[in-house]
């Protein structure tokens, strides 16, 4: 049974310092994510955005602060075990298995968090969400266009059920009909109740779909609250044109 109240936020961070060896990515990071909402990151490239993303994911170790999720501290928890206590990490880059099967693909994605049979019974529905996996079903990875290895990426970190689906810029690199496609998918993942923290260069796009946003420069929080609010608390132009001063690591 989970510890988490009500109102307890199914994610929080607080206070969270990063650095890659010298270098402070994150200078005291805290947000927060409900169950249900859709939470955006905006800022430059070097803002921190991903780097925020992989300590959550355990792939980073923070240097100080702490992660709460589903009502326990994880600070420190390793990307295994976060993956079979409910979080979900759809990479940026995709990094799926070339090599493997798109079915091999989902599979591995479903791995430690539940039995074949269910897997069996998830795929229809996710074919109705992918339809395209379902014609490359048995194709490899490698050789899927940019947008469908997006689609695979996506699909991977859902397959497990996550209670927390973490999107690292699902829309970089792809044609804008593709990029239509994704953020058409991350509305219907959202209308289905499925939390999502998601990290997007792309503001404009990112804002129109978000309960709540954080806006980072500089690997610190330079806004955080309504999409609808940000334009008057923050001059976003100066944070995405001339607000970066060096030094940061994405």
Known sequence: ??????NAPILQVTDLYVAYGPILALHGISLEVHKGELVSI???????????????A????????SIRFKGKDVTGWKPEQLHKHGMALVPEGR??????????????????RYQARRFAEDLEDFFTLFPILKERYHQAGGLLSG???QM????????????????DEPSLGLSP???????????????RGITILLVEQNAQRALEIADRAYLFSNGRVEYAGRPQDMAGKVDITSVYLGG???????
Do not use: Y
């Open 1 to 6: 049974m989970s510890n988490i109240t009500e």
């Open 42 to 56: 905006c800022g430059v490239n070097g803002a921190g955005k991903s780097t925020v993303l992989k300590a959550i």
């Open 58 to 65: 355990g792939v980073l170790k923070p240097r100080s602060g």
């Open 95 to 112: 990094e799926i298995f070339p090599s493997l099967t798109v079915e091999e693909n989902l599979r591995l994605g479903a791995f430690g």
């Open 147 to 149: 947008g469908e290895q």
């Open 152 to 167: 695979l990426a996506i699909a991977r970190g859902l397959i497990s059920h996550p209670d927390l689906l973490m999107m």
């Open 177 to 191: 009909n593709r990029v239509d496609q994704i953020f058409e998918l991350i509305m219907e993942l959202k209308s």
């Open 244 to 250: 970066q001063k060096g030094g940061d690591v994405e």
